[in-house]
């Protein structure tokens, strides 16, 4: 069953869970209900403005409620976004549904019998890719190279002491 969501907002929020002290205070809000700000602070090792940081960011992405009281402000967490995230997640866990074709066949059928030809046919030749000379040459005369190799040296040489 698929439901419409709003991917840009849901992207977002999981962003901002990526912070793991924001998952531990969003875990410290649900186990308490409602909680005021200055009680949340001994939980963690972070200053009062870093904590205000983060409570900011949670507000301002609707996973964490804030209802101020006087001079304290009380935060709650969101649970219709948090649902929304976890009906999300366990939407992507959730088998895929197969759609049939008017013959009744499923559609993964065909490619599934494409796939099972595919894994039949050999993945590579059997013969090498190098192709084979058609003449076998004998192996190079070493001495022969070596001859000629001085006698191009020798050119050189007497090219020089005519200039």
């Known amino acids: 069953m698929t439901r419409g969501y ?7 929020c999981l962003a901002v869970m990526a912070e793991p002290v924001r998952i ?9 209900g409602e909680v005021c700000a200055k009680d949340i602070l001994p939980e963690f090792s972070v200053t009062q403005p870093t904590l205000s940081h983060h409570m900011r960011v949670l507000v301002e992405n609707d996973l964490v409620t804030a209802r101020k009281d006087g001079r304290n402000v009380y935060y709650s967490v969101n649970r219709e976004t948090v649902r929304e995230l976890a009906d999300l997640l366990i939407q992507l866990g959730e088998p895929p549904v197969v759609q049939t074709t008017p013959e ?17 046919a050999p993945a590579l030749k059997k013969s090498s890719s190098v ?5 076998p040459s004998a192996a190079p005369d070493i001495e022969k190279l070596k001859k000629k190799k001085k006698k191009s040296k020798d050119k050189k040489k007497d090219k020089k002491k005519k200039k």
């Open 24 to 32: 531990r205070i969003m875990n410290v809000i649900a186990s308490r």
């Open 104 to 120: 009744g066949k499923g559609l993964t059928n065909k490619r599934t019998q494409t796939r099972r030809k595919q894994a039949k």
């Open 6 to 12: 709003d991917a840009e907002r849901l992207s977002s």
């Open 131 to 135: 192709p084979v000379p058609k003449v």
